[in-house]
């Protein structure tokens, strides 16, 4: 798995600088760039948390912001802001940005958001993880199984599913054991557990 980096973007080399040594000190891993473009632009595994000045050349910190949610970046964005910029902020927030710091900001303060971007950028990929590895587990079924597992997750008692499926409860059964195996479940519990991380449209269909 890939290391997790503060990705600290400003076209000021000495906040860059003055950045990196904060960070750094902190334990963080860090990755510095001068302008948003050359951010994009590295194809170093993005994991981690984004701080971004918002007043850049070519790309602000808020086009930056939106640039990566339209190419599905999973980066907790901090903003840094000059004075007068907090209207700009605020539109960053309402674009997913988690904090803003008005420069200059106390560097406990930054420290505080970064180590707080980072636990939620762990968390969301944690739960990445989880929906990759429930779908995987949902495409090993065949097509019937799909069909049986939907209504048992439903609610439905196996007469029920035989019924509508036009097979016998016998042959329910034996979909439902081979289902309880395939999806490494021990009870119907799971079942639905592993349906809604694959698939969290599923908790809005109507339950028959």
Same mark, same amino acid.
């Given at each position: 798995?890939?290391?997790?980096? %503060?990705? @600290? @973007?400003?076209?000021?080399?000495?906040?860059?600088?003055?950045?990196?040594?904060?960070?750094?000190?902190?334990?963080?891993? @860090?990755?510095?760039?001068?302008?948003?473009?050359?951010?994009?632009?590295?194809?170093?595994?993005? $994991?981690?948390?984004?701080?971004?000045?918002? &007043?850049?050349?070519?790309?602000?910190?808020?086009?930056?912001?939106?640039?990566?949610? !339209? &190419?599905?970046?999973?980066?907790?964005? #901090?903003?840094?802001?000059?004075?007068?910029?907090?209207?700009?902020? %605020?539109?960053?927030?309402? +674009?997913?940005?988690?904090?803003?710091?008005?420069?200059?900001?106390?560097?406990?303060?930054?420290?505080?958001? %970064? !180590?707080? +971007?980072?636990? #939620?950028?762990? &968390?969301?990929?944690?739960?990445?993880?989880?929906?990759?590895?429930?779908?995987?587990?949902?495409?090993?079924?065949?097509?019937?199984? !799909?069909?049986?597992?939907?209504?048992?997750?439903?609610?439905?008692?196996?007469?029920?599913?035989?019924?509508?499926?036009?097979?016998?409860? &016998?042959?329910?059964? #034996?979909?439902?054991? $081979? #289902?309880?195996?395939?999806?490494?479940?021990?009870?119907?519990?799971?079942? %639905?557990?592993?349906?809604?991380?694959?698939?969290?449209?599923?908790?809005?269909?109507?339950?028959?």
């Amino acid at each position: 798995m890939s290391e997790d980096y %503060v990705f @600290v @973007v400003d076209d000021d080399a000495d906040i860059r600088d003055s950045m990196r040594l904060l960070l750094e000190v902190a334990g963080f891993k @860090v990755r510095s760039y001068n302008s948003a473009k050359h951010f994009l632009a590295d194809e170093h595994p993005k $994991h981690g948390c984004l701080v971004a000045d918002i &007043r850049m050349p070519d790309m602000s910190g808020l086009e930056l912001q939106l640039e990566v949610i !339209r &190419r599905h970046i999973e980066l907790p964005v #901090i903003i840094m802001t000059g004075h007068g910029d907090v209207p700009l902020a %605020v539109q960053a927030m309402k +674009a997913g940005a988690i904090d803003f710091l008005e420069k200059p900001f106390e560097e406990e303060i930054m420290l505080t958001s %970064v !180590r707080r +971007a980072m636990e #939620i950028g762990s &968390r969301a990929r944690g739960r990445a993880e989880e929906a990759k590895a429930a779908k995987d587990l949902l495409s090993s079924l065949t097509p019937r199984e !799909r069909s049986v597992l939907e209504k048992l997750v439903q609610g439905q008692s196996n007469k029920v599913v035989a019924f509508e499926l036009g097979i016998s409860p &016998r042959t329910v059964e #034996i979909h439902r054991a $081979h #289902i309880m195996d395939k999806m490494e479940a021990s009870s119907l519990s799971d079942l %639905v557990r592993v349906v809604l991380t694959a698939e969290p449209e599923f908790a809005g269909r109507t339950i028959n």
